[in-house]
């Protein structure tokens, strides 16, 4: 029928927003985790020490899905909101949702996604790798052992145990400490 408007398939459009729903609460628990992570960790202090003051990191979803930006501070990292005015100085877009889907749920690595070319990059290659490397320390915590054999090359032995982090993790939810700067 011509005259029939199209409306979207509830089912798909249900499927879509529960994806990211599911992104944008993995991208918070794993700024929360790098945050942590950065207090507990020497691996991730001293990769993120050896950022610039200032610079800022993004991650994106797809075009229009969840995003996760932090930027380098005096005292560590801290999360700022994706409408800042901030430059951003190494970002990574995922081309599809699917395909940043299957990265933070732990079905594929990083590496495996920029293998794949599953997300845009711009910035220093330097700098992104630097990045990359914190993110896979953070999953090393994050993820179970069963994930992180699949999706990690190499595994160091953990500094604290995964059950501190993520009490950690849940008292910083309670006192707020993840919330955007700016």
């Not at 909101?81 to 081309?95: C, L, M, N, W």
């Not at 915590?141 to 995964?162: A, D, S, W």
Request: with cysteine.
């Amino acid at each position: 029928n011509k005259n029939k408007k199209w409306t979207p398939d509830p089912v798909y459009w249900l499927c879509c927003q529960g994806k990211k729903l599911v992104e944008a609460v993995i991208l918070y628990v794993l700024y929360a985790g790098i945050y942590q992570l950065y207090r507990l960790d020497t691996d991730v202090r001293e990769e993120i020490s050896g950022w610039e003051i200032g610079r800022v990191y993004g991650l994106q979803c797809s075009e229009k899905g969840p995003s996760l930006y932090l930027m380098r501070t005096e005292d560590g990292i801290c999360r700022i909101s994706s409408r800042s005015h901030h430059k951003t100085d190494v970002f990574f877009a995922f081309k599809s949702s699917d395909q940043a889907f299957q990265v933070v749920t732990g079905q594929i690595s990083v590496a495996h996604a920029y293998a794949r070319h599953a997300f845009a990059l711009s910035g220093d290659i330097c700098h992104a790798m630097s990045f990359a490397r914190v993110v896979d320390r953070a999953e090393f915590y994050l993820f179970p052992k069963i994930i992180t054999e699949r999706i990690l090359k190499h595994q160091e032995k953990r500094q604290v145990p995964m059950v501190y982090v993520y009490i950690r993790i849940a008292a910083g939810f309670l006192t707020g400490a993840y919330r955007a700067r700016w």
